[in-house]
């Protein structure tokens, strides 16, 4: 049973440039979460979706970024027009369920640097 | 405004001595903490959870205990091994809540051999 699957696992993009980061969650999860880890910080939440619907964009800056969780095929978090401050860890996670008391399982992330 | 907070950023224990992680939190809504694991270049590995009924749940060589009156929890991992190096990250949600993770700024565990 294949664990979460990011690609790619490393992203390099030019300033203006979009870059484009993939995730399929685990086998039977329909949850996905995506977090976003600066250098020397924790993992700040971005966007809770299920299959076709955005259930929490809280965490999502206001411009320039969306996600997106189709009825076929992998999540995809869309940054346009990256700039340099875009440069982290962004990790995709998924869960069996969306209520708050079960783990997640986390990808090994996709390393954006912009130049 | 950081609701989970990790106040060590790093810390060294020998070998076989028990490595004790501490985690803070302000928001009384939280009622489901975890700790997870991570090596460099790797996404964070789930370790152990506690909900807020419980005051204690154990696995193996790791232990976590939860002071609700407190609002502080803590890993212990013993005996503690050279495999056990890495970052760990405290984190927190609401059972009733969407299933968002608020996540500490990790501490960096070292255990020297």
Known sequence: NAGVMQNPRHLVRRRGQEARLRCSPMKGHSHVYWYRQLPEEGLKFMVYLQKENIIDESGMPKERFSAEFPKEGPSILRIQQVVRGDSAAYFCASSLSGTGNTEAFFGQGTRLTVV | ?113
């Open chain 2, 1 to 113: 405004d950081q609701q989970v907070k990790q106040n060590s950023p790093s810390l060294s224990v020998q070998e076989g001595r028990i490595s004790i992680l501490n985690c803070d939190y302000t928001n009384s809504m939280f009622d489901y903490f975890l700790w997870y694991k991570k090596y460099p270049a790797e996404g964070p590995t789930f370790l152990i959870s506690i909900s807020s009924i419980k005051d204690k749940n154990e696995d193996g060589r790791f232990t976590v205990f939860l002071n609700k009156s407190a609002k502080h929890l803590s890993l212990h991992i013993v005996p503690s091994q050279p495999g056990d190096s890495a970052v760990y990250f405290c984190a927190a949600s609401e059972i009733s809540g969407t299933y968002k993770y608020i996540f500490g700024t990790g501490t960096r565990l070292k255990v020297l051999a």
